[in-house]
């Protein structure tokens, strides 16, 4: 089946910092790429779509300027969550799809922790 | 507006026992409908998924999901489950290819045994 990774698994950075989570579809080509964040013991929230060359779409309320996502590839996507702050600490999941939205595959997610 | 609605946060059952988790949506046409599942730390893995077609859909793991229109629910099923069950469970639905997945909150499911 289709695989995506996530590098690194886990970060920790200092605030004021910024850190980059990686996204990679292994064994397809991914044209659209999703990060969702997801609090403790919560459900997933959309943060943003991409598309493989073009602007990501964020979701309402997600800053642009904080987290900058690139797709630069149909294998990888990068999420850069810029000037990290301790309330960005929390549990970012990739997905890709292939031929389609519903054809969701799941990251194993990465947990990143602002001290 | 499209919603997805889990009513129970936790159930906890024994090894052996069925189980069936709930799940309302609300969605403006024909949904798709998905059931995911995540053990703790880790990323989701799709149980099953409702395009159309015959509303009991077989999944993995022995998970199987039954869509009625009428009741606008899409609940999960297993005949007997076993410790390695315990997880965290989300429905989700998604509508035409560009729509996006929405998920529910998700039900923790505690396994006793």
């Known amino acids: 089946g289709a695989v995506v990774s996530q590098h690194p698994s886990w970060v920790i950075c200092k605030s004021g910092t910024s850190v980059k989570i990686e996204c990679r579809s292994l064994?397809?080509?991914?044209?659209?790429m999703f990060w969702y964040r997801q609090f403790p013991k919560q459900s997933l929230m959309l943060m943003a779509t991409?598309?493989?060359?073009?602007?990501?779409?964020?979701e309402q309320g997600v800053e642009k300027d904080k987290f900058l996502i690139n797709h630069a590839s149909l294998t990888l996507s990068t999420l850069t969550v810029t000037s990290a702050h301790p309330e960005d600490s929390s549990f970012y999941i990739c997905s890709a799809a292939g031929t389609g939205v519903h054809e969701q595959y799941f990251g194993p997610g990465t947990r990143l922790t602002v001290t | 507006a499209q919603s997805v609605t889990q009513p129970d946060i936790h159930i906890t059952v024994s090894e052996g026992a069925s189980l069936e988790l709930r799940c309302n949506y609300s969605y403006g046409a024909t949904p798709y409908l998905f059931w995911y599942v995540q053990s703790p730390g880790q990323g989701l893995q799709l149980l099953l998924k409702y395009f159309s077609g015959d509303t009991l859909v077989q999944g993995i793991k022995g998970f199987e999901a039954e869509f009625k229109r009428s009741q606008s629910s899409f609940n999960l099923r297993k005949p007997s489950v076993h410790w390695s069950d315990a997880a965290e469970y989300f429905c989700?639905?998604?509508?035409?290819?560009?729509?996006?997945?929405?998920f529910g909150k998700g039900t923790r499911l505690h396994i006793l045994p």
């Open positions: 989700a639905v998604g509508g035409n290819r560009d729509d996006k997945i929405i």
């Open positions: 064994d397809f080509q991914a044209t659209t």
């Open positions: 991409s598309n493989e060359g073009s602007k990501a779409t964020y």
